[in-house]
């Protein structure tokens, strides 16, 4: 046999294992159950809500296509520009406060000078196992001015606290996100920690870094990668804000939270109370683009800050 029949035999062996690897669909087959959840429970529910966003239901003629009459109604909706101003407020103070407050607890259990650790871990994170139907429930119970601990307050000392203000309901129902998601994100923060290397402390102990030194040049950097995704599941979560305003409403006297008080309680009254699924549809689905900008924005921002 000559060195090119060898060297032919050796490329055809070569385009077999090759033609064999292209038709190798095992990767696929484990792929496939996550990847029909992922078609049916996600894709399917958007491209729905896309198109019947180009429908109008009528009470004579039926539903017909109205193509982006749907959008353009919404450009002009006050109520659904308000609910969004609100839920915007929302997200520039309570993420910040949340994800402050997580951080400095997440350094002060990695500093290894806090007694009780794994109690203060747990009972930290513990609110976040709570469903956010009880936990608005509780809350809604302790601002009662009538009944719950702050009318209890309110009798000792004399003052007339009404956390149901419409002045102070906003900061009332952030304050109940903090509690619930606080923990969540201080084990993010505490899983970043702990994957620097001890040996990075010792050695700056041992050039005499004091402990603030030590937080500033080592810790807080290391937690720039964590901070972004926090960031971004935070302003998701904010803008997502339903369960407990629904809840509170009625609880609160009046008329302080109203059917529009946040995107997603008006996309649900407008589909449920006020047959009006296809305008909810689009509301939906401008919602979800302004989310994603945003949460676009944030990522590309940290992905700069971090190639610096």
């Given at each position: 046999?000559?060195?090119?029949?060898?060297?032919?035999g050796?490329?055809?062996?070569?385009?077999?294992?090759?033609?064999?690897?292209?038709?190798?669909?095992?990767?696929?087959?484990?792929?496939?159950?996550?990847?029909?959840?992922?078609?049916?429970?996600?894709?399917?529910?958007?491209?729905?809500?896309?198109y019947?966003?180009?429908?109008?239901?009528?009470?004579?003629?039926?539903?017909?296509?109205?193509?982006?009459?749907?959008?353009?109604?919404?450009?002009?909706?006050?109520?659904?520009?308000?609910?969004?101003?609100?839920?915007?407020?929302f997200?520039?103070?309570?993420?910040?406060?949340?994800?402050?407050?997580?951080?400095?607890?997440?350094?002060?259990?990695?500093?290894?000078?806090?007694?009780?650790?794994?109690?203060?871990?747990?009972?930290?994170?513990?609110?976040?196992?709570?469903p956010?139907?009880?936990?608005?429930?509780?809350?809604?119970?302790?601002?009662g001015?009538?009944?719950?601990?702050?009318?209890?307050?309110?009798?000792?000392?004399?003052?007339?606290?009404?956390?149901?203000?419409?002045?102070?309901?906003?900061a009332?129902?952030?304050?109940?996100?903090?509690?619930?998601?606080t923990?969540?994100?201080?084990?993010?923060?505490?899983?970043?920690?702990?994957?620097?290397?001890?040996?990075?402390?010792?050695?700056?102990?041992?050039d005499?870094?004091?402990?603030?030194?030590?937080?500033?040049?080592?810790?807080?950097?290391?937690?720039?990668?964590?901070?972004?995704?926090?960031?971004?599941?935070?302003?998701?979560?904010?803008?997502?804000?339903?369960?407990?305003?629904?809840?509170?409403?009625?609880?609160?006297?009046?008329?302080?939270?109203?059917?529009?008080?946040?995107?997603?309680?008006?996309?649900?009254?407008?589909?449920?109370?006020?047959?009006?699924?296809?305008?909810?549809?689009?509301?939906?689905?401008?919602?979800?683009?302004?989310?994603?900008?945003?949460?676009?924005a944030?990522?590309?921002?940290?992905?700069?800050?971090?190639m610096?």
């Amino acid at each position: 046999m000559s060195s090119a029949d060898i060297a032919a035999g050796s490329a055809g062996a070569g385009q077999v294992r090759v033609n064999k690897h292209k038709a190798d669909w095992r990767g696929w087959k484990f792929m496939a159950p996550f990847a029909v959840v992922f078609v049916f429970v996600f894709i399917v529910p958007i491209v729905y809500a896309i198109y019947i966003s180009f429908f109008k239901k009528q009470m004579i003629g039926g539903t017909r296509f109205v193509g982006l009459e749907n959008y353009a109604r919404l450009l002009g909706d006050q109520q659904f520009w308000s609910s969004v101003g609100r839920v915007a407020l929302f997200t520039v103070v309570q993420v910040p406060i949340m994800l402050f407050l997580a951080a400095a607890m997440a350094l002060a259990i990695d500093s290894m000078k806090l007694h009780g650790t794994k109690f203060f871990r747990i009972s930290t994170f513990l609110p976040y196992a709570v469903p956010a139907v009880v936990s608005t429930l509780i809350w809604g119970f302790v601002y009662g001015a009538k009944y719950g601990l702050v009318g209890s307050l309110n009798d000792f000392l004399g003052t007339n606290i009404d956390m149901f203000n419409p002045s102070v309901l906003l900061a009332s129902i952030g304050n109940i996100n903090t509690w619930e998601f606080t923990g969540y994100n201080m084990l993010i923060f505490y899983s970043s920690l702990s994957t620097i290397p001890h040996s990075l402390y010792e050695a700056a102990s041992i050039d005499g870094a004091s402990e603030w030194q030590i937080v500033k040049s080592i810790k807080l950097p290391e937690l720039k990668g964590s901070l972004a995704i926090t960031v971004i599941f935070s302003i998701i979560g904010s803008f997502q804000l339903f369960n407990e305003p629904s809840i509170l409403q009625s609880m609160v006297p009046g008329n302080a939270i109203t059917t529009y008080y946040t995107p997603n309680m008006y996309a649900y009254n407008l589909s449920f109370s006020g047959n009006q699924s296809n305008y909810a549809a689009a509301l939906a689905i401008v919602m979800a683009v302004i989310t994603m900008a945003i949460a676009y924005a944030v990522q590309l921002r940290s992905m700069k800050e971090q190639m610096k």
